[in-house]
T-cell receptor, first 112, second 115 residues
Framework: DAMVIQNPRYQVTQFGKPVTLSCSQTLNHNVMYWYQQKSSQAPKLLFHYYDKDFNNEADTPDNFQSRRPNTSFCFLDIRSPGLGDTAMYLC???????????FGDGTRLSIL | AQSVTQPDIHITVSEGASLELRCNYSYGATPYLFWYVQSPGQGLQLLLKYFSGDTLVQGIKGFEAEFKRSQSSFNLRKPSVHWSDAAEYFCAVVIGSSNTGKLIFGQGTTLQVKP
C-alpha cells in the first residue's frame, strides 16, 4: 500500500545533541510537510517542500532544518535540541497544497 | 485572520449513542474542509473532506459531515459510536490555492466513549 513512513518511531537524545528524523513516501506526492505536535495540541507546521522548493514558517526555530534529496525522502534535522523540543514530529504529503494530506505515524522525540 | 474553532475540548458519549462534533471556520472564500482523527501515539487519518458539490459528505468508519455556508460550520456526525472511536478529532481548512494552500487546524476535540 502507498504510504508515508517515519523512522524512527521513538527517539531519545541528549540536550544539545543533533538528531535527524526521516520520512519516506510511496505516493509520489509533490508536497512534503513537517509538523511538530505537543501534548494535547494541534499539529504546528514547521516547513514544507513543494518538489525542491523549500518554505519555512516564520516562527520555526533556526535550529530546525530540513532536506529533501529526492521525491521520496525528506529529513528533519534539529541541530541543538532543547528540552522544549520534546514532541511528536509528524510528516505528511499531499499532491498539491490544497489537497488532502496523508500523515505518517510520527516520531516521538524526547530530549533529556 | 483565517481560523478554525472546535468549541468542545472534550466530549464523552456512551457506546451506541449518536455523536456530533462541532467545527466553525473563518475564511472569506469557500474553503476546502477536512476532518482528521488521531488515535494515541499515531498520526492523523483523514475521515472525510469537502471541496464542493453536495454539502453532506460521507467518510470512512461511518462518519459524515455537513457543510453549512450560512453558519460557517462543518460538523462531524456518527449515528452510533463504537468504543474504538475514542480518539482526538481535528477539523481543518485549507486556505489558498493549489500552489500556496496551507492547512489550518482547529484545537481538537477529545472523544471519550463510555461502555
Amino acid at each position: 500500500d502507498a504510504m508515508v513512513i517515519q523512522n524512527p518511531r521513538y527517539q531519545v537524545t541528549q540536550f544539545g545533541k543533533p538528531v535527524t528524523l526521516s520520512c519516506s513516501q510511496t505516493l509520489n506526492h509533490n508536497v512534503m510537510y513537517w509538523y511538530q505536535q505537543k501534548s494535547s495540541q494541534a499539529p504546528k507546521l514547521l516547513f514544507h517542500y513543494y518538489d525542491k522548493d523549500f518554505n519555512n514558517e516564520a516562527d520555526t526555530p533556526d535550529n530546525f532544518q530540513s532536506r529533501r534529496p529526492n521525491t521520496s525522502f525528506c529529513f528533519l534535522d534539529i541541530r541543538s535540541p532543547g528540552l522544549g523540543d520534546t514532541a511528536m514530529y509528524l510528516c505528511a504529503t499531499s499532491r498539491e497544497h490544497n489537497q488532502p494530506q496523508h500523515f505518517g505515524d510520527g516520531t516521538r522525540l524526547s530530549i533529556l | 485572520a483565517q481560523s478554525v474553532t472546535q468549541p468542545d475540548i472534550h466530549i464523552t458519549v456512551s457506546e451506541g449513542a449518536s455523536l456530533e462534533l462541532r467545527c466553525n471556520y473563518s475564511y472569506g472564500a469557500t474553503p476546502y474542509l477536512f476532518w482528521y482523527v488521531q488515535s494515541p501515539g499515531q498520526g492523523l487519518q483523514l475521515l472525510l473532506k469537502y471541496f464542493s458539490g453536495d454539502t453532506l459528505v460521507q467518510g470512512i468508519k461511518g462518519f459524515e459531515a455537513e457543510f453549512k455556508r450560512s453558519q460557517s460550520s462543518f460538523n462531524l456526525r456518527k449515528p452510533s459510536v463504537h468504543w474504538s472511536d475514542a480518539a482526538e478529532y481535528f477539523c481543518a481548512v485549507v486556505i489558498g490555492s493549489s500552489n500556496t494552500g496551507k492547512l489550518i487546524f482547529g484545537q481538537g476535540t477529545t472523544l471519550q466513549v463510555k461502555p
